[in-house]
């Protein structure tokens, strides 16, 4: 059966069923709607429209200026991450002292609830009272107002910044248990060889880790792409529409206005363009599973 | 990354320092000793940056209102209190919340690895039509707008009853924080050699031996990673709560935390931070607890094996 | 075509093929005995408010055995999303806490209940009009108002005095011209700057609708065949101008302010960085527990447009609403809890409790209520004036504020555009967003 055995299914049937029935049934219903003229509310009756709701969306300029914000801040924040996490899976992996106490810090910013880190951060930007602004002020670095979160050049870098910080943990987790399949023998035998770190890590640490780098960078991607929670609470989408992110606009599209078929049709071009996106970047990773 | 590949150490020790043609041994152990000091300084870099939002939290969480209405605030409360807390307790049964959220999101975290590792060795190994189906829905469920997902999904589990059930919201989590236990568990399960299981196979171990006793044991690491993000993300999961449960004493933790905020921003500051501390210990704890298993450092022992 | 519902259950039966049940209709709130039970969704957030509002249900659970009434909390920031999944669902709550705005949508979106026949004579009368017209829209009556708050000037009082400033009171407050220019008396610039006023405005539009009405302005008018249409003629745009002068050219303003909301310009009010701001009656509660010992302030009526209706003391605003949902199944009992919650002494009750002015014309004069601490009794003047805000009833107001009027404000504010350039898009975009809402 499709090239499965008897054993395959086994394998896979405690997740297909659950999946199944709860997020691919409603996931084709909702992709669905995009053809529709779906609207909230009891009294209102639904049409199929065909390809109007895309026609709309072409021309929809503010839903492609997101479109572009949703880009960067994607982009920014993915690659950031992963710099940063690599760095840091690196040291927690060395044999330091107090190695256990740096993991679970490092851990903080994932351990901490939503909607509390969009308050923290709030209170770290504030410009008369945030301890950013008073950090800078007693180090004379600035005049100790700047204005982070309203102003149209620094909003979207401030963001940004909450955005690498909230995302750092799993992508270290996952780095440092992918730094277990790096054979310490390989290690070892190009230390002796009298490789360079650098030589080091290039031969023996990132073709092990690679597969799994590829992964969370993929999927990082998508996330950082759909997320717009705590943006939506440091910014709301301001100053100026500067951080009004692509998801956010989907999400405003559906739950405070009621169009539920505009914002599905929006959902689909946001999974067109990132799918594009995603087939060049694992095109490696796809073919493998191909053959 | 200049630490990058640093060798690990004891090993390193115990072996007679092998010659070097540019460098003395002295010369190396102080090229060492300052890496060593270098790696401690960015280590200390990243808990900055990543705990001190923390640390603010702990100390907003025993401040008393008059000092969280400070332009000059401190690091230290002047006037430590346990007001916030008493508040928090009082106001809301957070010690009830925290409990269906350890049920909920622990049964959940099990669960959704439970049924994750023999999908994942399925993807991986088996080939075909239905592994590219099934990364596909992977890619896609993680695209999709949730709110275009939320109403169906709604209607489902009220068809199945599931609706203000803690049972039907563990449900939900698992196919939720599913996606990325098996993409993340396929990348793992790549990086164990087949020629092990082949091995296995000659030694006449059947299809179910070889994945509980040799895929197993070398998933451990990847297994505690997936494993610390279905817990977290079902611990923090906010919306599907909000809209599932109805009844009070079935809330959880990150539900009753938004009943510290009001509209338009205004939140109830010092009850909101003691109260979100007491969401966190219970993470960071599990955290401390597991990350010792997220290295095991089997494989080379199999592969020497 | 397809109607919505069959569309929804169609799919839902398909995917729950396999535990196929008959689908349960209704609230889910009626136990098996045949007694009601009702579900009441509370947004009280402040501790003083959450237990006025829990006594006053065990109050009518202990009066009245036969409708148990069962406390659910929620909370302002989600509440749109968790009440539209559940009306899209069939399984929300029966008595609804929310607010004007929300009930446009909901109300003509049908998932609330026409309150028109249910509220008992008395419920009524309590009431005045104006307060009755936040909640009616073309054809129905979709909540009760019955929590309000004016925006207030809240100031400093010893800078205020420093400067020999003539406080107003609420029989004669300032206009806007002579706080404007008092504004500018107290300012100065210099390393430790100090402004006349801050302007929170992390949320631009509604203040902007509702203190218009200050100066006979509304920027949202009703048209004759109940659609909305978007002006900026000069009463409209005499207050944006204000503020826009504050920040800009007086600079009795800050501009960082702009972006913050209410809460967080306080720690700089009390280093008296701002002499006064403009902020919710609600506020005085934050303010009265984090002011740091010997901080005097005192609550002043907001400064008046003049030649407006009302001698310019009416705002808009959007109560805080009680509302029975269309799926309930005992509405009857659901309005009769609504009227129990109204009752004077317990508006009153609930007003306290939240630093709030209560809707109801003899709650209002309560001597409760009247006291001269806190500012109470200026609160309780200047809330019998208000009326209902331009956005209340419109369809399409929350697309238009968040697609254009909010980042169009926000650039007016801080200096990027004219006001010229506000109009067109305000009017321009506006309409074409609200023509989208005719039907």
């Known amino acids: 059966m499709l090239g499965l055995d008897r054993d395959a299914w086994f394998l896979l049937l405690p997740a297909l069923i659950p999946v199944l029935v709860l997020s691919v049934g409603p996931l084709v219903y909702g992709m669905a709607l995009a053809f529709t003229d779906a609207q909230s509310g009891v009294t209102r009756s639904t049409s199929f429209t065909g390809l109007d709701n895309f026609a709309d969306l072409r021309l929809d300029s503010l839903f492609w200026d997101s479109f572009r914000i949703g880009l960067v801040w994607a982009v920014c924040v993915t690659a950031l991450q992963l710099l940063l996490s690599l760095g840091l899976a690196l040291l927690l992996n060395q044999n330091l002292r107090f190695r256990w106490l740096a993991r679970t810090l490092a851990l903080v910013p994932w351990a901490m609830p939503e909607v509390v880190v969009g308050i923290m951060w709030r209170l770290v930007y504030n410009p008369d009272a945030g301890i950013l602004n008073n950090t800078l002020r007693h180090l004379h670095l600035t005049s100790g107002h700047t204005d982070w979160l309203s102003s149209l050049t620094l909003a979207l870098p401030a963001v940004i910044v909450v955005g690498v910080w909230a995302g750092m943990p799993q992508t270290t987790v996952v780095l440092l248990a992918g730094l277990q399949n790096v054979p310490v023998e390989l290690h070892e035998a190009a230390g002796i060889d009298g490789a360079g770190l650098w030589r080091r890590f290039t031969h023996v640490t990132w073709p092990a880790i690679r597969p799994v780098v590829l992964s969370i960078t993929a999927l990082n991607f998508i996330w950082n792409f759909n997320s717009f929670g705590l943006v939506f609470v440091l910014t709301s989408g301001g100053p100026g529409g500067k951080t009004r992110l692509p998801m956010l606009f989907a999400y405003e599209e559906a739950f405070r206005y009621g169009q539920y078929g505009y914002a599905a049709a929006m959902g689909l071009v946001m999974i067109a363009v990132i799918a594009v996106l995603l087939t060049v970047f694992l095109r490696n990773r796809l073919k493998e599973a191909d053959q | 990354m200049s630490t990058a590949a640093a060798p690990v150490p004891e090993q390193q020790a115990a072996r007679p320092a092998p010659a070097a043609p540019s460098s003395s041994p002295g010369r190396r152990v102080l090229r060492r000793r300052a890496g060593r000091t270098g790696q401690y300084a960015a280590l200390l870099c990243y808990l900055v940056f990543l705990a001190f939002p923390l640390l603010w939290l702990v100390s907003t969480a025993f401040k008393s209102p008059r000092e969280l209405g400070s332009v000059d605030p401190t690091w230290l409360p002047r006037h430590p209190t346990l007001g916030n807390f008493r508040t928090a307790l009082d106001e809301q049964p957070l010690l009830h919340a925290a409990l269906n959220s350890l049920l909920v999101a622990g049964a959940a975290a099990l669960v959704s690895v439970a049924v994750a590792v023999p999908a994942s060795y399925a993807m991986v190994r088996f080939r075909g039509a239905v592994s590219r189906a099934g990364t596909g829905w992977i890619l896609v469920s993680q695209m999709f707008p949730l709110v275009l997902i939320i109403i169906p999904l709604f209607m489902v589990l009220k068809n199945l009853h599931l609706i203000d059930s803690r049972p039907g919201l563990v449900v939900v989590y698992v196919v939720w924080t599913l996606p990325f236990v098996l993409w993340m568990l396929q990348s793992y399960v790549r990086a164990v050699p087949v020629s092990l299981e082949e091995a296995a196979a000659i030694d006449g171990c059947g299809r179910w031996r070889t994945l509980r006793s040799v895929v197993l044991p070398l998933l451990a690491p990847g297994l505690v990673a997936t494993l610390m993000f279905a817990f977290v993300t079902a611990w923090n999961e906010f919306f599907f709560a909000l809209v599932l449960l109805k009844t009070p004493e079935k809330q959880t933790m990150s539900v009753i935390l938004t009943h510290f905020t009001g509209a338009e921003g205004a939140a109830d500051l010092g009850p909101l931070a003691a109260a979100a501390l007491l969401a966190t210990i219970p993470s960071l704890v599990f955290f401390a607890l597991l990350q010792k298993r997220l290295v095991g450092g089997m494989l080379s022992g199999a592969v020497k094996g | ?439």
């Open chain 3, 1 to 439: 075509m397809i109607r919505r519902r069959s569309l929804l259950g169609g799919a839902a039966a398909t995917a729950a093929a396999a535990a196929a049940s008959p689908l349960l209709a209704g609230c889910g709130s009626s136990s098996g005995s045949g007694a009601p039970r009702l579900d009441f969704l509370s947004l009280a957030w402040q501790e003083e408010s959450v237990k006025a509002n829990k006594a006053l249900v065990s109050q009518w659970n202990a009066a009245h055995p036969e409708v148990q009434v069962r406390y659910v909390q929620g909370s302002w920031d989600d509440v749109h999303d968790q009440l539209l999944t559940s009306f899209e669902g069939g399984a929300a709550p029966d008595v609804i806490h929310d607010e004007g705005n929300d009930l446009t949508d909901f109300g003509s979106g049908g998932y609330l209940a026409d309150l028109t026949g249910l509220l008992p004579a008395a419920t009524r009368a309590r009431i005045p009009g104006a307060a009755w017209d936040m909640a009616r829209f073309a054809d129905g009556l979709y909540g009760v108002p019955f929590l309000q708050e004016p925006r207030m000037l809240i100031a400093n009082r010893t800078l205020l005095d420093k400067a020999g400033v003539h406080l107003p009171d609420a029989a004669r407050p300032w206009t806007w011209q002579e706080f404007e220019d008092i504004c500018k008396e107290l300012s100065h610039g210099g390393s430790a700057a100090r402004y006349g006023v801050a302007w929170p405005m992390s949320s631009p539009v509604s203040v902007t609708l509702n203190l218009a009405v200050t100066t006979g302005g509304r920027v949202l008018y009703a048209t004759k065949d109940g659609r909305t249409q978007v002006r900026l003629d000069a009463a409209d745009s005499a207050f944006p101008e204000l503020v826009r002068r504050q920040v800009g050219a007086d600079r009795s303003a800050p501009s960082s302010a702009l972006g913050m909301s209410g809460g967080e310009v306080l720690p700089g009010f009390f280093a008296g960085r701002y002499a006064m701001l403009p902020l919710n009656l609600s506020y005085r509660q934050q303010i009265a527990q984090q002011a740091p010992k010997g901080f005097d302030w005192v609550t002043l009526p907001l400064p008046v447009g003049t030649g407006a209706p009302d001698g310019g003391r009416a705002q808009g605003v959007s109560p805080q609403t009680l509302s029975v949902s269309q799926s309930c199944k005992h509405k009857e009992a659901a309005a009769a809890f609504i009227d129990f919650m109204t009752q004077t002494p317990h508006l009153v009750q609930l007003a306290t409790g939240d630093w709030m002015a209560p809707t109801g014309t003899d709650a209002l004069r309560d001597p409760a209520l009247t006291t001269d601490k806190l500012g109470w009794s200026t609160g309780m003047a200047v809330a019998s004036h208000l009326v209902a805000s331009p956005a209340l009833g419109r369809r399409g107001y929350p697309e238009w504020s968040d697609k254009v009027a909010t980042p169009a404000l926000q650039e007016f504010y801080s200096g990027a555009i004219s006001l010229e350039s506000l109009r067109t898009k305000l009017v321009r975009d506006g309409n074409r967003v609200f023509d989208r809402y005719r039907s």
